[in-house]
């Protein structure tokens, strides 16, 4: 019994997901396999299939497509073909062969028997795209809460060492100084290399000089003896409680009795706290532009960091985009005490990623300024000083500047905010094409600095108008569709729906893309005011433009390509390379290619619902 | 097979009927063969591989059996058989690497009898399918005599003749290694294959006879005696 059938079970084992199932049932799946052969340009099911089946592929590949004979997909080498699982419902679908093709058939009513005890595997043929994907992102987000806390944070991760000491030889005032000099508030005592206690600022304060013992005499007078320690295998966590409990706020770190380390309070505050609250602390005080730009140096680490930590693509885009929101907040004060008071009211508007929230490290700048219409002419040289001032600053900081040249310092940007009126009763009345590029940047505006009023009067009356105009949504639509996902993978390669093979996965224009936009259209046809794409999607969900149900699938799909995106940048970030958006399929698992392929099929529902309705 | 070709293995069949001992051998010889005009595709065939200790079967030692159908362009799994035969005496240890058949495996393996019961009952009505038909034939034809007193008679199809023919068609040399079963896999695009397992090599054969097949001209047409030995 041992190997006899071992090429197949080894060959389906690889396959999710039949990779659940202990060999001995796998064995049971293998032994009801019927090996068909088909040549090439053949239909399947093969006439001697009467019953629905479910097929492996072992080699060959398989196409199918709808009745009006568009092509909807590929299988290759280990895919798992369900169309003919419930053939009723795929009855107008076409599957053929289109090359000879060695096919693994299982009688699918058969294999749900043998399977019974294994609900999720059978779930996983009978769910739809939306429900797998919806599975795979719960699980994502609760891993991403539990990973993201201090217990799974081992100790290794923020201890110091070596760690500063001193001999218990040395008077008090020896080891103040070397405090001072070093920059510790805390020394570990030692008597020729071992361990006999520790002293710390505090120590100083109360045991030496609240008492009027004279600095000269021994260390050893004021140390904490055999202090409490915490092994090295122990986590972020436990460190947390014991300086709690304790009240202390030194912890010296000990690997099988022996010290190795020192872990501090400000370590814990610092991990948990290194993000975007704490990076922003830092920006505002910062006070030339060279200071900012070395800061800017840690936001792709925070994105490695964040991303190795399991957190979300949309937590991690909001941190990122609140960063950049100080950058420019604190340029923008830098500008003001070098030009002087600002003359008229205005505000600093963010466009594009930054003010949908869902900037990564590296990204270009995208902004624009609304002044009051109270300006004078002459008061556009402050703005543009103001403008040139920022934008260099921020392209100090990494923010490119954009190749769109859609910023401050281009003058058809920075301008009253009846001009701003225009432009939209423009975009929206006449939707030329050149209206419909700047809708996808200009639809998605963000007050970063200034007064917020002027952008929401603009804003405002902008969304009764999209809101009523059927043409403009129609026009965006259109241009939004443009952009389809592809159909899925064909071997290596990416399939799109021309048949076409491409070698990479373009993450940003075939799979987030396409969702932001439609989200946008959404928000704009219920004049909704939200900028980022999952608040869109949530706060349109329920309405005429989306069910709660298609908003919650979007979601998913955002999320889960999103995720991707964030993952595969912070990799080649931290290989040295720049990040981009491009994905070759060979670096995706079997299981992320279903998912990604689940997450296409909701893009395309929705574009294809989309389609229909304008 | 000369002697089958002119006399036709049915009438042959129906002559060792007779005189076949009660039993297995009687039972396998009492239904009739294939028709020789039948499609290939309507055609109930048994894949056979056997694994042995050498090449010559008064000598040499059967040490498992491997079989599964094919019909219709289809190899059911749950037809499949493996059994690993008991014999006496100690196994060469160059044997072991190819076949990794161990002796103590063999020693819990089953009597000759019940491989080849199990083996002539699945052949019944049948067509067997071998690659390299000396090995499957001569062993089977041995054992055989040694369990019931005579050699049965068995229509084969030989993938290993159907390639021998295709090139001899094409009348150019060509190196006698590309006939091996994994070669011609290979040739037909199929999967690699853990070759030498008796199970194992009779799928990859079964697999193989479908290529072949399917690459003649019209595989649909191909009837039994365009392939039998």
């Known amino acids: 019994m041992s190997n006899e059938l071992a090429d197949i079970l080894g060959f389906v084992k690889a396959i999710p997901p039949f990779d659940l199932l202990p060999d001995t049932q796998l064995e049971m799946v293998v032994k009801e396999i019927d090996i068909c052969y088909l040549r090439k340009q053949e239909d399947i099911p093969p006439n001697t299939l009467v019953t629905e089946s479910l097929f492996i592929l072992r080699k060959g590949a398989l196409s199918y497509y709808s009745p009006s004979n568009e092509l909807l997909g590929m299988f290759s080498e280990s895919d798992i073909c369900t169309l003919y699982c419930h053939p009723q419902t795929n009855i107008n679908i076409r599957l053929c062969s289109n090359e000879d093709t060695l096919l693994y058939a299982l009688s699918y009513p058969a294999l749900q028997k043998t399977l019974q005890d294994f609900p999720d595997v059978i779930a996983f043929f009978e769910q739809s795209a939306e429900q797998r994907l919806h599975k795979k992102m719960t699980r994502v987000n609760e891993d991403a809460i539990i990973s993201s806390s201090l217990m799974n944070t081992p100790i290794t991760h923020f201890y110091h060492t070596p760690v500063a000491s001193i001999s218990h030889k040395s008077t008090i005032q020896q080891a103040a100084i070397k405090m001072t000099d070093q920059g510790y508030s805390c020394l570990i005592v030692l008597n020729n290399n071992s361990f006999i206690g520790i002293v710390t600022d505090k120590d100083i304060r109360r045991r030496c000089v609240a008492q009027g013992l004279p600095f000269n005499q021994p260390i050893t007078d004021i140390i904490t003896q055999h202090p409490i320690t915490i092994d090295i295998n122990s986590n972020a966590y436990d460190a947390l409680m014991v300086m709690t409990s304790k009240h202390i706020h030194h912890l010296p770190v000990t690997n099988q009795g022996q010290l190795e380390g020192m872990v501090t309070v400000t370590d814990l505050m610092n991990y948990e706290g290194q993000n975007a609250v704490n990076l922003t602390s830092i920006i505002h005080k910062a006070t030339t532009v060279s200071e900012l730009a070395k800061i800017s140096k840690m936001l792709p680490k925070l994105q490695i960091r964040m991303a190795k930590l399991g957190t979300t693509a949309d937590h991690v885009g909001k941190s990122i985009s609140a960063i950049t929101m100080a950058f420019t907040i604190r340029l923008i004060e830098m500008a003001e005490k070098l030009l002087g008071p600002a003359p008229v009211p205005y505000a600093w508007l963010a466009a594009g990623s930054q003010a949908r929230q869902e900037q990564l490290a590296h990204s270009d700048q995208d902004n624009a300024l609304i002044i009051s219409d109270e300006m004078k002419p002459e008061d556009s040289f402050w703005f543009f000083d103001l403008a040139t001032f920022v934008s260099d600053g921020l392209a100090a900081c990494g923010f490119i500047y954009c190749p769109g040249d859609i910023m401050a310092t281009n003058q058809k940007w920075r301008q009253p905010q009846k001009v701003w009126h225009r432009y939209f009763d423009k975009w929206v009345n006449t939707p030329s094409s050149e209206a419909l590029l700047n809708a996808s940047v200009f639809f998605d505006l963000t007050t970063v600095y200034g007064d917020a009023s002027l952008l929401e009067n603009v804003r405002n009356s902008m969304l009764e108008k999209t809101k009523r105009s059927t043409l403009f949504i129609a026009h965006l639509s259109k241009n939004a569709l443009k952009l389809r996902p592809p159909l899925g993978f064909f071997r290596d390669f990416v399939l799109k729906h021309d048949g076409e093979n491409k070698s990479v996965l373009d993450l940003k224009h075939n799979g987030i893309a396409p969702i932001v936009d439609l989200a946008r259209i959404y928000a704009l046809a219920e004049g909704i005011s939200a900028t980022n794409t999952i608040e869109r999607l949530k706060q349109v969900a329920g309405s005429r433009s989306l069910t709660k149900e298609s908003a919650a699938n979007l979601i998913d799909a955002y999320e889960f390509i999103s995720m991707l995106r964030m993952q595969n940048q912070s990799t080649r970030m931290q290989n040295n390379k720049k990040p981009n958006n491009l994905l070759p399929p060979k670096a995706l698992s079997k299981l992320e290619r279903e998912h990604l392929k689940d997450a296409f099929k909701v893009i395309k529902t929705m574009q294809d619902v989309r389609q229909t309705s304008y | ?229």
């Open chain 2, 1 to 229: 097979m000369i002697f089958n070709n002119i006399f036709g293995y049915e009438a042959k069949r129906k002559r060792l009927l007779k005189r076949a001992p009660a039993g297995p051998l009687h039972d396998f010889l009492s239904v009739p063969f294939p028709d020789k005009k039948q499609l290939l595709i309507d055609t109930p065939i048994l894949s056979v591989d056997f694994e042995t200790t050498g090449l010559h079967a008064k000598n040499d030692k059967l040490l498992s059996v491997g079989f599964v159908d094919l019909f219709a362009n289809t190899i059911p799994l749950k037809s499949s058989y493996h059994q690993i035969v008991r014999s006496k005496g100690r196994l060469k240890s160059d044997n072991v690497t190819i076949h990794q058949i161990t002796d103590s495996q063999k020693d819990q393996g089953e009597p000759l009898r019940v491989a080849i019961e199990a083996l002539l009952k699945a052949l019944t009505g049948k067509v067997m399918l071998v690659h390299f038909a000396r090995i499957e034939r001569e062993f089977l034809q041995q054992a055989c005599i040694n369990l019931y007193g005579m050699a049965p008679v068995f229509p084969m199809i030989d993938t290993l003749m159907v390639a021998k023919k295709r090139l001899d068609n094409r009348d150019v040399a060509y190196d006698p290694s590309t006939l091996r079963l994994s070669a011609l896999r290979q040739q037909y695009n199929l999967p690699e294959h853990h070759a030498h397992n008796a199970l194992n090599d009779a799928i990859a054969t079964a697999e193989l006879l479908m290529a072949q097949v399917n690459a003649m001209a019209s595989p649909n047409k191909v009837t039994l005696s365009d392939l039998l030995l």
